[in-house]
């Protein structure tokens, strides 16, 4: 048995979620907040057989896409923030990342 656990964003969460309980697959979301952008993210957790990785990563491949996204940069440390003028930038955001971990055991109560 085998846990993939996947870092996506939170755009992504409800279309990914759907197309795991379309093809039986259980799963548990959790709110976080990714390091980078400081925003919303969702760590779905499932748990699926040995031979159903591969279906689990492909689902979570097609549903998870990647785009850019304009942010504006963090203001530099130590200066004076109030001259500070940000220029977005772009970046790629979206995807998923993804782990996946052995199970020893598993009990559910």
């Known amino acids: 048995m085998k846990l993939v656990m996947a870092v996506v964003q939170d755009k992504d969460t409800n279309r990914l979620i759907n197309a795991l309980g ?33 279906e689990v990563l492909d689902i979570i491949k097609t549903n998870c896409s990647n785009r850019e ?22 970046v790629e955001v979206g995807g998923a990342t993804v782990f996946v971990l052995p199970i020893e055991s598993f009990y559910q109560f």
């Open 22 to 54: 379309e093809k039986n697959f259980q799963s548990t979301k959790l709110a976080s907040t990714g390091g980078f952008l400081k925003e919303g993210n969702t760590t779905i957790m499932i748990g699926c057989k040995d031979e159903n990785v591969d």
């Open 69 to 90: 996204q304009m942010v504006a940069p963090i203001s530099p440390m130590g200066g004076n923030a109030d001259s500070y003028i940000p220029n977005p930038v772009k």
